[in-house]
């Protein structure tokens, strides 16, 4: 089949069935959900499960009718408009909030109701113990599940946790600065030790929200292979939010774009977004392409580096 062929079928595929203009100014077909061909990992089974998820605040409807089936070790970037839910998702994942209605289920039973060892969460602001040492902060991870009451361990309990803490960081590359203070970091070395405060507890799920959105383009680069480096080791399965949608399809394996799609100038906050497209990136990427070219302009403007890391 020529490129001109494979192209065509990739974006018929993707089609929706009601119509608006794509970012070209194409009328292309328009549904309540816009899919493209199941990555093959996807057959092994459900580890993740979102059943017909909707929040709300109040007369505020911030995310409605989501439904996703997550393979155990996908990579899933979610993208989108600012203030089109995609933390609240996460918060949802992580256990911080109560879907409104609907249920999140991991590993076939419901999510616990508040975050817990399985999730791991690493944020766009460091969240990091300024009074720790790099190697206390995060040692204290083992330490605090294990003694309650005084928050450290003693003698060979101690000892272990802390060579534990010391192995992990030398993963992420602070091994030379175990006895340096959060303040003494670069914002880089910062990042990566909240990524190693989230794997010492080896959660199966991480969820990371705008991690790199602060640092410069080359630390940026370096983290990018560090996370991929870390995600291939442990086979974590990872929610990653960015408002760079370059990002997202040099790091995932899955595009999900969040959009409002309904609206109502007299009732403003009645709809809430949705996952309008769903693009799995470890297949041909002449066909993600075709995807791309689907997406309506006020996504692809409101992320301007699509064009320029999508189609290099």
């Given at each position: 089949?020529?490129?001109?062929?494979?192209?065509?079928?990739?974006?018929?595929?993707?089609?929706?069935?009601?119509?608006?203009?794509?970012?070209?100014g194409?009328?292309?077909?328009?549904?309540?959900?816009?899919?493209?061909?199941?990555?093959?990992?996807?057959?092994?089974?459900?580890?993740?499960?979102?059943?017909?998820?909707?929040?709300?605040?109040?007369?505020?409807?911030?995310?409605?009718r989501?439904?996703?089936?997550?393979?155990?070790?996908?990579?899933?970037?979610?993208?989108?408009?600012?203030?089109?839910?995609?933390?609240?998702?996460?918060?949802?994942?992580l256990?911080?909030?109560r879907?409104?209605?609907?249920?999140?289920?991991?590993g076939?039973?419901?999510?616990?109701?508040?975050?817990?060892?399985?999730?791991?969460?690493?944020?766009?602001?460091?969240?990091?113990?300024?009074?720790?040492?790099?190697?206390?902060?995060?040692?204290?991870?083992?330490?605090?599940?294990?003694?309650?009451?005084?928050?450290?361990?003693?003698?060979?309990?101690?000892?272990?946790?802390?060579?534990?803490?010391?192995?992990?960081?030398?993963?992420?590359?602070?091994?030379?600065?175990?006895?340096?203070?959060?303040?003494?970091?670069?914002?880089?070395?910062?990042?990566?030790?909240?990524?190693?405060?989230?794997?010492?507890?080896?959660?199966?799920?991480?969820?990371?929200d705008?991690?790199?959105?602060?640092?410069?383009?080359?630390?940026?680069?370096?983290?990018?292979?560090?996370?991929?480096?870390?995600?291939?080791?442990?086979?974590?399965?990872?929610?990653?939010?960015?408002?760079d949608?370059?990002?997202?399809?040099?790091l995932?394996?899955?595009?999900?774009?969040?959009?409002?799609?309904?609206?109502?100038?007299?009732?403003?906050?009645?709809?809430?977004?949705?996952?309008?497209?769903d693009?799995?990136?470890?297949?041909?990427?002449?066909?993600?392409?075709?995807?791309?070219?689907?997406?309506?302009?006020?996504?692809?403007?409101?992320?301007?580096?699509?064009?320029?890391?999508?189609?290099?």
């Amino acid at each position: 089949m020529s490129d001109k062929k494979s192209s065509a079928v990739a974006s018929e595929s993707l089609a929706r069935r009601t119509e608006r203009s794509n970012r070209n100014g194409q009328v292309v077909p328009e549904d309540c959900e816009h899919r493209a061909t199941q990555p093959a990992a996807r057959a092994v089974g459900a580890f993740i499960e979102v059943k017909n998820v909707w929040q709300t605040y109040g007369d505020q409807t911030v995310l409605e009718r989501l439904n996703l089936s997550i393979a155990e070790g996908e990579f899933c970037a979610l993208v989108g408009a600012s203030g089109c839910g995609k933390s609240t998702f996460l918060r949802l994942l992580l256990g911080q909030e109560r879907p409104s209605k609907g249920e999140i289920l991991l590993g076939g039973k419901p999510l616990a109701g508040e975050p817990d060892a399985s999730r791991g969460v690493v944020f766009q602001r460091y969240s990091v113990f300024p009074h720790l040492r790099v190697l206390d902060n995060v040692a204290i991870g083992l330490e605090l599940p294990r003694s309650a009451l005084l928050g450290r361990l003693f003698g060979s309990a101690k000892r272990a946790a802390r060579e534990q803490a010391a192995e992990m960081l030398q993963k992420v590359g602070l091994g030379h600065a175990l006895d340096k203070y959060p303040s003494q970091l670069s914002g880089g070395m910062q990042q990566r030790l909240a990524i190693a405060q989230a794997l010492i507890m080896k959660p199966r799920v991480l969820l990371l929200d705008e991690p790199f959105g602060a640092l410069d383009p080359g630390i940026r680069k370096d983290m990018h292979a560090l996370l991929l480096e870390l995600w291939r080791e442990t086979g974590l399965t990872v929610f990653m939010v960015t408002h760079d949608l370059a990002e997202g399809f040099s790091l995932g394996t899955r595009l999900m774009v969040f959009d409002k799609t309904r609206n109502d100038p007299h009732a403003p906050n009645a709809f809430g977004a949705r996952i309008t497209y769903d693009i799995p990136l470890n297949e041909d990427r002449r066909a993600t392409r075709a995807a791309l070219d689907t997406l309506p302009a006020h996504l692809t403007d409101s992320l301007p580096t699509a064009q320029q890391g999508v189609r290099a």
